[in-house]
């Protein structure tokens, strides 16, 4: 198996557990299931954070699967592209995890930052390793 598609499993499965999140946190607004007494939603709060931060797994993370999808193309993935993509998943994990449990927009865009690095790093050694060919 090539070494990349490791971290684009482990975003795909981040993406899945989310959908799970979002419709656990929809139940009892859909379907009346987990309803406090008083039949008010208990994720009412976060459900549009989560919604937001699943819509965000689609946003730049489709540039990281196009720099992947190129490396593992053109057989260039060493271990700085392997050592970018993991660390663009764990920023991505880290991500879902600022935006969902808190409202600080600050420290989310610092850990988009790392996530945006990595990616833009991704192309980098892509581009230059398809110079040197």
């Known amino acids: 198996m090539h070494p990349l598609i490791a971290p684009m499993s482990a975003h795909i499965a981040l993406t899945a557990f989310l959908y799970v999140l979002l419709t656990v946190a929809r139940a009892p607004k859909v379907w009346g299931i987990g309803k406090r007494r008083d039949g008010s939603n208990p994720w009412a709060a976060v459900e549009p954070r989560i919604s937001a931060n699943l819509s965000n797994q689609f946003e730049w993370p489709v540039i990281f699967y196009a720099a992947c999808l190129l490396l593992i193309q053109n057989q260039l993935a060493g271990t700085a592209a392997i050592w970018l993509a993991w660390i663009f998943v764990l920023g ?42």
Not at 100 to 114: A, D, H, S
């Open 92 to 133: 991505r994990v880290v991500h879902s995890g600022v935006q969902i449990l808190t409202t600080n927009v600050r420290l989310r865009g610092l850990v988009f930052t790392v996530n945006f690095l990595a990616t833009l790093g991704m192309w980098v050694v892509l581009v230059l390793s398809l110079q040197a060919k």
